[in-house]
């Protein structure tokens, strides 16, 4: 008779130990997933209004003014001082530049937007510069939005292709390269000419 009451007793602690454990570990996982739904979760494009990608081909003309009247780029980093250099391409420079971006190879034809951002001199061999830039639009539907420049630009190549890796408003989303050509270049001023081709959703 005590046995019997002993092992009913013991096989109650158990459901209860067992319970108890099943329903913490529970707690445990919910408020684990809703944390992490705090933190970051899977969303439909549609809820942020994309629908079918697009792509988009820009082209316009950029002007590096560095010397001379409406200065556009500075340099902000002389990098001869600390790489004791004997390259004639400026390695170790770096320039902040508010480039007016236009429809015609002329400076003073209809300005698009602006180059904004930085470029580095990159390269001990031969002009290649690392550009971090946004170009930042003006004009028509794209007004308010900016593409994302990140890559390598080997300045005297007959072309070169460098990555857009992102953008705003128009170009949420974009992914795309510019297609670039040096129309015209000296110590003075450069004039390049940009073939932008971008996917987007907007």
Same mark, same amino acid.
């Given at each position: 008779?005590?046995?019997?009451?002993?092992?009913?007793?013991?096989? #109650?602690?158990?459901?209860?130990?067992?319970?108890?454990? #099943?329903?913490?570990?529970?707690?445990?996982?919910?408020?684990? =997933?809703?944390?992490?739904?705090?933190?970051?979760? =899977?969303?439909?494009?549609?809820?942020? @209004?994309?629908?079918?990608?697009?792509?988009?081909?820009?082209?316009?003309?950029?002007? $590096?003014?560095?010397?001379?009247?409406?200065?556009?780029?500075?340099?902000?980093? $002389?990098?001869?001082?600390?790489?004791?250099?004997?390259?004639?391409?400026?390695?170790? $420079?770096? /320039?902040?530049?508010?480039?007016?971006?236009?429809?015609?190879? $002329?400076?003073?034809?209809?300005?698009?937007?602006?180059?904004?951002?930085?470029?580095?001199?990159?390269?001990?061999?031969?002009?290649?510069?690392?550009?971090?830039?946004?170009?930042?639009?003006?004009?028509?539907? =794209?007004?308010?939005?900016?593409?994302?420049?990140?890559?390598?630009?080997?300045?005297?190549?007959?072309?070169?292709?460098?990555?857009?890796?992102? @953008?705003?408003?128009?170009?949420?989303?974009?992914? @795309? /390269?510019?297609?670039?050509?040096?129309?015209? #270049?000296?110590?003075?001023?450069?004039?390049?000419? =940009?073939?932008?081709?971008?996917?987007?959703?907007?």
């Amino acid at each position: 008779m005590v046995a019997s009451v002993l092992k009913t007793q013991s096989f #109650i602690i158990f459901l209860i130990l067992f319970f108890i454990t #099943i329903i913490t570990s529970f707690s445990r996982l919910t408020v684990a =997933y809703g944390y992490s739904e705090l933190f970051g979760k =899977y969303i439909s494009p549609s809820s942020l @209004g994309l629908k079918r990608e697009k792509l988009s081909h820009l082209h316009f003309y950029l002007h $590096d003014v560095l010397s001379g009247k409406n200065i556009t780029g500075i340099r902000v980093v $002389d990098g001869k001082p600390s790489t004791n250099r004997s390259s004639q391409f400026m390695f170790g $420079d770096v /320039y902040v530049i508010d480039d007016p971006l236009t429809i015609e190879p $002329d400076i003073n034809s209809k300005t698009v937007g602006k180059a904004q951002g930085t470029y580095t001199v990159a390269s001990q061999g031969e002009l290649s510069l690392l550009m971090v830039t946004n170009f930042a639009f003006t004009e028509g539907k =794209y007004n308010g939005s900016t593409l994302s420049v990140l890559g390598r630009n080997e300045v005297l190549s007959t072309a070169r292709e460098i990555p857009i890796v992102g @953008g705003s408003g128009v170009f949420r989303f974009a992914r @795309g /390269y510019a297609q670039v050509r040096t129309q015209s #270049i000296n110590q003075a001023r450069a004039i390049v000419e =940009y073939n932008v081709f971008v996917f987007h959703y907007r």
